[in-house]
C-alpha cells in the first residue's frame, strides 16, 4: 500500500519569504500522480499544483512550484513571496494510475502560518 | 459560484440516533466521493459513486451507508453514531476516476456526536 508522509506538522513565514514543504511517499509503481492540496480554515480543500510521476519537468503553478525526486520519491512545495492568504492547512496526497478508481491517499498535513 | 455544497456545515446527533448529511453538485460530475477526516489527520476514503455504481472502501464501517438519488445529489448516512465518528465529512467530485482528473472538494460537515 501506498503511504505519504509530511514530516512537518507546523510551518512557518515571514509575508514575501519564501518557504518549502515536505512530503516523502512510497510506492512499488512507476506510474502515479501526486498533488499539493490548500485547506484553509473553514473552507473547502483546493487542489494547488499536481505532478504526473513520468513527467521529469516540475510543476510550476504561480507562486507555486514543486521539487520532484522520483528516485528519492521525495515531492516538496516551494511558495514564493508568501501572502497572508496562503495560511492554511497543506496536504500532500498520491494517487496511482492504474485503470479504474484508485483513492488518493494523503499524508496528515502541514499548518502554514503567515506572518505579516 | 459555488459547485459542491455541504449542508449542514455544521451538525450535532446523539449517541446512536441516525444522521444524514448531503451533498450537492453543479459541476455534473461522473464521480462523488465521501471522505473521513478526524482531527489532525488525513481525509480518508469511504466510498464514492461512479454515476450510480457504489463503491465501498474495505475498511469503511458497516455503520456508513451511502445513497446517490441523482447525478447532483449524494448522501452520507451514518446508522447509529458513535463518538468515534466526530469528525469533518467532506464530499468531493470529479469528472472520472483516473488520476488525471482533478477532485473537488465541499466545504464539509463537522459532526459532534453527543
Redesign the interface.
Known sequence: AQT?TQSQ?EMSVQEAETVTLSCTYDTSESD??LFW?KQPP??????VI?Q?AYKQQNATENRFSVNFQKAAKSFSLKISDSQLGDAAMY?CAY???E??????V????TRLSVIA | DAMVIQNPRYQVTQFGKPVTLSCSQTLNHNVMYWYQQKSSQAPKLLFHYYDKDFNNEADTPDNFQSRRPNTSFCFLDIRSPGLGDAAMYLCATSRGTSGVYEQYFGPGTRLTVT
Request: no cysteine.
Open positions: 505519504v506538522p502515479y500522480y492540496y473553514s473552507r473547502q480543500m483546493i487542489l499536481r504526473e496536504f494517487r496511482s494510475a485503470p479504474g478508481n484508485t483513492p488518493l494523503f499524508g496528515k498535513g
